[in-house]
């Protein structure tokens, strides 16, 4: 909230918003892998950063691999040309005779000259090229890498801490990869050029070359260090990053622009971005001080040694240690160095940058593929007949009691099961488990007889239909909407049935586009449906996969009367080829259940058929009658 806002907050007599919490992590991922490193161990993985990414460009695209490794080669060669046909040039610009003569006798030197320049600026213009046909497809490889493994984990992984924010920090390994390849390809040519240059100019006098050491490593140094920095700054901005950036989609996506607006939130919503933002924001300026007293402090001592190097360059001519001409030749080579070393600096501490941010990806990517799921061999086919759990117990991370705690259940094709309960009984996370979604940390699950913990479970899913009480609004059209991930042929003969049992044919038909409307009111052409419409097509979605298990966790929650009446009616159409579980507040639902669990704390208090349980006097009873009470 801006400081005049808080003012009025004062005048008005309101207590302002308090600022966003600090968020303290304990434990692997409180501490910066960068904190204890030796600077030389830093630069050290310059070269395994560089060996990385030749890695990852080979798998992409070989042929520009090669020419990227050709032109450093190339250009350094031409750099060796162009300084002999140099040296060779100036005996003859600085000797003695007629202007006319001295200038012919230097002609083909200095056409080798020109020569050796535009090969440089082809080779250039090659690795160019190279770099942009590796570099969308790196991109595109390493984000899709990460998008994958974040789409594989087992779902428990996101329960864990620092899981969230360890992504985001991988995110950031993505983004480098626009620049990495160009920045290697630099670092090479550069490192290729000051070999030859400084090779150049020992010949010439080997005195030159510690002092242009000397004057750029200083410059490499600070920029080393400058680096370090910067990524502990990046380290400690991870966790506000990540809140600022759900916090930016959940107050600008149309989807929640009603409610932002009316209950007045859009001041309170800015402050918490503002209060994020400033939080980043300082601790890039307490940076500030620092990285200016590395940049300042390397580069004046890399001053005095460029001084130095000049003034021994002057010394040599003018005290007759060279000829002219080789001080001329001296002056070109010591700027063709001091330009490559430069170049060696900054691309270099760019790699460096790069490799920090490279090591944080590959260490997402490690540890998503540690999570993804490793179970067993077995394969579970349709159809499904019975499923058990065996005193099954599961416990979030993190919390003191198991969100599932001894439940025992058997539920055999054909049948319908309705679990009830209060919120955070334990009735999703019981789904959860039936699904193998989550693996229980007790007891056991099984699909006709094979333990989920010893299965596939890509072949669990495939028997699998799930209406979650929060579902997808795919940016999709409709016909894509219905039949997502499944096989599907050109006739929409299957899609209609599937629209046609949920009601929603009409509603389909009044698009712009019918089955190819685009369902995305936020891009040019698309429609949108009411959130009723929306849980019609997510149950339209599990009918067409005609899954062995059906699950629908609050199914008809936001439908009218007549659009959840069909829904329960199709269930009870199609249930007698499948398990189906109904979860749901509606008591008055359950009717349909040929036998109803009611869960507390976890645990199953109740069950039986539903005039069983209304007369029984238990849980179930009462929230019957409390949902009667208007």
């Keep these: 909230m801006s400081t005049a806002g808080t003012r009025e907050s004062k005048q008005n007599g309101t207590?302002?918003?308090?600022?966003?919490?600090?968020?303290?992590?304990?434990?692997?991922?409180?501490?910066?892998?960068?904190?204890?490193?030796?600077?030389?161990?830093?630069?050290?993985q310059v070269p395994k950063v560089l060996q990385r990414i030749i890695v990852m460009s080979w798998r992409i695209d070989r042929r520009a691999v090669l020419f990227l490794l050709a032109c450093p080669v190339v250009t350094g060669a031409a750099a060796a040309v162009l300084?002999?046909?140099?040296?060779?040039?100036?005996?003859?610009?600085?000797?003695?005779?007629?202007?006319?003569?001295?200038?012919?006798?230097?002609?083909?030197?200095?056409?080798?000259?020109?020569?050796?320049?535009?090969?440089?600026?082809?080779?250039?213009?090659?690795?160019?090229?190279?770099?942009?046909?590796?570099?969308?497809?790196?991109?595109?490889?390493?984000?899709?890498?990460?998008?994958?493994?974040?789409?594989?984990?087992?779902?428990?992984?996101?329960?864990?801490?620092?899981?969230?924010?360890?992504?985001?920090?991988?995110?950031?390994?993505?983004?480098?990869?626009?620049?990495?390849?160009?920045?290697?390809?630099?670092?090479?040519?550069?490192?290729?050029?000051?070999?030859t240059a400084a090779g150049a100019l020992s010949v010439l006098n080997p005195l030159m070359l510690p002092l242009l050491l000397l004057a750029v490593l200083p410059a490499g140094v600070g920029a080393v260090l400058t680096a370090r920095v910067d990524y502990e700054i990046h380290y400690a901005n991870i966790a506000d990053r990540n809140v600022r950036g759900m916090m930016r989609w959940w107050s600008t996506s149309s989807k929640y622009g009603d409610e932002v607006r009316a209950n007045s939130m859009t001041d309170y919503l800015l402050f918490w971005y503002r209060s994020l933002s400033d939080r980043c924001d300082r601790r890039n300026l307490a940076a500030a001080p620092r990285t200016l007293r590395i940049q300042l402090l390397s580069s004046f001592v890399a001053g005095i040694f460029l001084v130095a190097t000049w003034g021994g360059l002057a010394w040599l001519a003018t005290t007759g240690r060279i000829a002219l001409a080789l001080a001329a030749t001296a002056v070109v080579a010591v700027q063709t160095t001091l330009a490559a070393l430069s170049q060696v600096?900054?691309?270099?501490?760019?790699?460096?940058?790069?490799?920090?941010?490279?090591?944080?990806?590959?260490?997402?990517?490690?540890?998503?593929?540690?999570?993804?799921?490793?179970?067993?061999?077995?394969?579970?086919?349709?159809?499904?007949?019975?499923?058990?759990?065996?005193?099954?117990?599961?416990?979030?991370?993190?919390?003191?009691?198991?969100?599932?705690?001894?439940?025992?259940?058997?539920?055999?094709?054909?049948?319908?099961?309705?679990?009830?309960?209060?919120?955070?009984?334990?009735?999703?996370?019981?789904?959860?488990?039936?699904?193998?979604?989550?693996?229980?940390?007790?007891?056991?699950?099984?699909?006709?007889?094979?333990?989920?913990a010893e299965t596939d479970p890509a072949t669990v899913w495939q028997q699998t239909g799930l209406v979650p009480q929060i579902f997808a609004q795919w940016p999709l059209r409709v016909r894509e909407n219905v039949t997502l991930g499944q096989p599907r042929t050109q006739d929409d003969g299957p899609v209609w049935d599937a629209v046609d049992a949920?009601?929603?044919?009409?509603?389909?038909?009044?698009?712009?586009?019918?089955?190819?409307?685009?369902?995305?009111?936020?891009?040019?052409?698309?429609?949108?449906?009411?959130?009723?419409?929306?849980?019609?097509?997510?149950?339209?979605?599990?009918?067409?996969?005609?899954?062995?298990?059906?699950?629908?966790?609050?199914?008809?929650?936001?439908?009218?009367?007549?659009?959840?009446?069909?829904?329960?009616?199709?269930?009870?159409?199609?249930?007698?080829?499948?398990?189906?579980?109904?979860?749901?507040?509606?008591?008055?639902?359950?009717?349909?259940?040929?036998?109803?669990?009611?869960?507390?704390?976890?645990q199953i208090t109740e069950q039986g058929c539903y005039d069983d349980l209304v007369h029984a006097g238990g849980t179930f009873a009462e929230l019957l009658e409390l949902s009667q009470d208007r």
């Design 345 to 452: 600096i900054v691309n270099g501490a760019a790699l460096f940058h790069t490799s920090l941010y490279l090591s944080d990806m590959q260490a997402f990517l490690d540890d998503a593929e540690a999570r993804a799921p490793k179970r067993g061999p077995l394969a579970i086919a349709a159809p499904v007949e019975v499923i058990r759990l065996e005193e099954a117990v599961y416990q979030y991370p993190g919390k003191d009691a198991p969100a599932v705690d001894s439940v025992s259940l058997t539920l055999r094709r054909g049948e319908i099961l309705a679990i009830v309960g209060v919120n955070g009984s334990g009735k999703s996370t019981l789904t959860r488990l039936i699904t193998g979604i989550y693996l229980a940390d007790k007891g056991r699950v099984t699909w006709n007889g094979s333990d989920l």
């Design 15 to 44: 207590v302002p918003p308090p600022p966003p919490a600090e968020i303290q992590y304990t434990g692997e991922y409180s501490v910066n892998p960068l904190g204890e490193a030796s600077l030389r161990r830093l630069c050290a």
């Design 502 to 602: 949920v009601g929603m044919r009409e509603a389909v038909e009044d698009l712009p586009a019918g089955l190819d409307s685009l369902l995305a009111r936020e891009i040019f052409g698309g429609a949108e449906l009411s959130g009723g419409q929306w849980q019609r097509l997510a149950c339209s979605r599990v009918l067409y996969r005609r899954p062995s298990l059906l699950i629908l966790d609050e199914p008809t929650s936001q439908m009218d009367p007549r659009g959840e009446h069909q829904v329960f009616e199709q269930i009870k159409t199609i249930a007698a080829d499948r398990i189906t579980i109904v979860v749901t507040h509606r008591l008055e639902n359950t009717k349909i259940a040929d036998h109803i669990i009611v869960m507390e704390h976890g």
């Design 83 to 195: 300084l002999a046909a140099t040296a060779r040039a100036m005996r003859p610009l600085f000797g003695t005779g007629a202007v006319a003569d001295r200038l012919h006798e230097a002609l083909p030197a200095l056409v080798v000259v020109g020569v050796a320049a535009a090969v440089t600026r082809v080779a250039t213009i090659v690795a160019t090229y190279a770099e942009r046909r590796i570099t969308p497809r790196l991109t595109t490889e390493t984000d899709t890498a990460l998008v994958a493994a974040v789409c594989r984990v087992e779902a428990s992984a996101y329960a864990v801490d620092g899981f969230s924010d360890r992504q985001e920090a991988a995110e950031m390994g993505v983004i480098r990869t626009h620049v990495m390849v160009a920045d290697a390809q630099r670092f090479l040519s550069a490192l290729v050029r000051m070999v």
